[in-house]
């Protein structure tokens, strides 16, 4: 099979997405089914995170897809609950941005980076 009749989602570096078998993303977030070969966009919340739905024996279910790089592509070993966005940009979910950190490490990157802000 020539290279261009190979669907753009088997190129590039993609892993499944953990419990969903017809899923694959890659490593800033973009999500395939690979049942239908095609890329899902997502939509955005109020908070400006993008969101995807996932539909598993014929249930849908909304995903922050952040969150769901987070969980096939970075480890947690500490089992920190919350997902940081390093550069505070909520659409830049590819996985040198994010980090697995808790509620008060969330809290102090956000002071932090409201007081570099504020010196400018």
């Known amino acids: 099979m020539l290279d261009w009749m190979i669907p753009f989602f088997l190129m590039i570096k ?9 899923y694959l993303i890659d490593e800033c977030g ?30 849908e279910k909304t995903h922050l897809i952040h969150r769901l790089v987070a969980k096939t592509y970075i ?29 008060i490490e969330n809290k102090q990157h956000n002071i932090r980076l409201k007081m570099l802000q504020s010196e400018y």
């Open 14 to 22: 993609m892993k499944n997405i953990i419990g969903y078998t017809n």
């Open 75 to 103: 480890s947690n070993p500490l089992n920190k609950p919350q997902v940081n966005h390093i550069d505070k940009n909520p659409l830049n979910n590819c996985i040198k941005n994010l980090e697995w950190v808790t509620d």
């Open 30 to 59: 973009n999500i395939f089914n690979s049942k239908l070969h095609k890329r899902l966009r997502g939509t955005i919340d109020k908070k400006g995170y993008r969101r995807v739905c996932l539909t598993k024996n014929g249930e």
